[in-house]
């Protein structure tokens, strides 16, 4: 499906207003870690969005995440639930990460959330189509994904606008958020312009054109 104009155009006002009181959002404003007496490089505010199924590879995203800990003072919110959220969970206390991550659950409307993050993450091992990347670039926010069939290296134009990584590297997907969050790119609502509704009924109104010509 096309994304509506006036989500591509930006994440509405009202939602960001109302961003405090949205479920797990308090992990993005949590205070500076120190590790032995060191403070930590300042980090960044890392969303994935989507169900807690192992199709998503959230484990691959809390080990990469891990390592990015290492280096920087980041959070990862992760929004959606499944039957993977006991174990999510486990990973990330075992890990030693828990205190920098959130899981709240399912939220009806991302766009707030979108408005406060400045990373997000798809980690699929499989997508139908990616949509959720187009959601974060529509509202300006750089993204990563994992190169899985089908529909992110279309979107990203093979990396053109967002870092792609192979699926289930740990180590290529934590350099790749470093990297982004250091330097993050391309500006990613211009790309989400082409899924636009306007895009979309342009675009099936040529192939219908161009079929019946042919016929």
């Given amino acids: 499906r096309g994304y509506p104009g006036e989500t591509v155009k930006g994440t509405e006002i009202r ?5 405090a009181a949205l479920p797990g959002v308090e992990i993005f404003h949590a205070g500076t870690r120190r590790d032995g007496g060191k403070i930590l490089a300042a980090g960044g505010r890392v969303l994935a969005v989507g169900a807690l199924k192992k199709v998503k590879d959230h484990e691959t995203l809390l080990r990469a995440f891990a390592q990015v800990r290492q280096r920087m003072d ?3 919110l992760v929004l959606g639930d499944g039957p993977e ?3 999510l969970e486990a990973l990330a206390r075992q890990l030693g990460i828990e205190d920098a991550v959130d899981l709240p659950g399912f939220v009806g409307e991302v766009a707030p959330y979108f408005g406060r993050a400045d990373l997000h993450v798809l980690s699929s091992r499989a997508e139908g189509f990616g949509n959720v990347l187009v959601e974060a670039m529509a509202c300006g926010v750089p993204v990563i994904s994992t190169d899985c069939p089908n529909g992110p290296a279309e979107i990203l134009e093979n990396g053109k606008w967002g870092r792609m990584v192979p699926v289930g590297d740990t180590d290529a997907l934590a350099q790749a958020m470093l990297d982004t969050l250091d330097n993050p790119g391309a500006l990613p609502a211009q790309r989400a312009m082409d899924f636009s509704v306007d895009k979309a009924t342009d675009a099936y109104l040529a192939l219908l054109l161009a079929d019946g010509k042919n016929k």
């Fill in 15 to 19: 939602g960001l207003e109302a961003a």
């Fill in 74 to 76: 980041a959070r990862l």
């Fill in 85 to 87: 959220r006991a174990s």
